[in-house]
């Protein structure tokens, strides 16, 4: 079967200029966790953990390249899909991918108290406040980049 080009739907920037204001509270809630205290490196992996449970190219790559940015080592970004069984994350990252994934996940399946406490033992409550508007955010993105086939920025080294 020959694969044809990726081709968008609707372009990331007809997006913003048909939709500025949901463009603009997405940006928004990004920024609030941004300005949160959240590691960025920290939020950087969960967004980027999302987006592969989503589907979202777009919103991968984006993240990736945020991720190198902000000290995400290479080892982290190349087992993040498996991350479950690499030893290259801590168990705050840990608390937060399984959180994310989680919350992901949340339409087929309920979130685990298990879960829950597993994050509480390893961020406080207004840390799990922002952590769960950075999934929402990226969720969000998502369905948006994902629906719309926006094509994924060039790699950026």
């Excluded at 967004?47 to 991720?67: E, F, P, T």
């Excluded at 298990?114 to 998502?142: G, H």
């Amino acid at each position: 079967m020959t694969q044809t080009a990726h081709q968008p739907r609707i372009n990331l920037n007809t997006y913003g200029r048909t939709a500025p204001a949901v463009t603009s509270a997405l940006m928004a809630l990004g920024k609030a966790v941004d300005d949160s205290g959240l590691e960025k490196s920290l939020s950087e992996l969960v967004k980027i953990r999302v987006s592969q449970i989503n589907g979202c190219a777009y919103c991968v790559q984006v993240h990736i390249d945020l991720a190198r940015r902000h000290g995400v080592n290479q080892p982290q970004l190349d087992q993040l899909a498996a991350w479950e069984g690499a030893t290259v994350f801590s168990g705050r990252e840990r608390a937060a991918l399984a959180w994310g994934e989680a919350l992901a996940l949340m339409p087929g399946k309920p979130v685990a108290d298990a879960v829950y406490t597993q994050l509480q033992a390893e961020f406080s409550e207004p840390e799990i406040v922002f952590l769960t508007a950075a999934v929402s955010a990226i969720s969000a993105w998502n369905r948006i980049a994902g629906a719309l086939q926006f094509t994924p920025p060039q790699q950026q080294t």
